[in-house]
């Protein structure tokens, strides 16, 4: 961890890496988005960790902050916990997606005609 992550508050850092992972997708993404590339993906995943281990705390783990993370999420490895919140996360994100693509297909009257139609079939 740099020294002055000490001094920082978790939202900045926080911000900081976020800004930092925009920029280099950013810059993997020359020519076509680098979810399309396989290349580009595993550059960008080497890019993420060398981020993350830059802001690394140092080894001595807080007993406290250990049972605290032990007692949330029931379990006591970090890269479990992780797994727990990432998959979290995409689900949440996608169901977010989801709703946000169903609703701007309310937004079209040809297919709340469609849903009409096939509701009346169904209630024959």
């Known amino acids: 961890m740099e020294a ?6 978790p939202d900045e850092i926080t911000d900081e ?7 280099i997708a950013r810059d993997l993404s020359l020519d076509a988005p680098l979810w399309t590339n396989r290349d580009a993906f595993e550059a960008f995943r080497a890019a993420i960790i060398v981020l993350l281990e830059s802001h690394q705390p140092p080894s001595d783990a807080d007993p406290d902050a250990a049972a605290k993370l032990k007692a949330a999420y029931g379990d006591e490895k970090p890269e479990v916990i992780g797994r727990i919140l990432a998959r979290r996360a995409i689900y949440a994100y996608g ?14 009257p040809s297919f709340l005609e469609r849903l009409k139609s096939e509701r009346l079939k169904g209630a024959k």
């Open 4 to 9: 002055a992550d000490a001094k920082r508050s």
């Open 17 to 23: 890496l976020l800004d930092q992972i925009k920029d």
């Open 95 to 108: 169901r977010e997606r989801y709703g946000a693509a169903f609703l701007e297909k309310l937004k079209d």
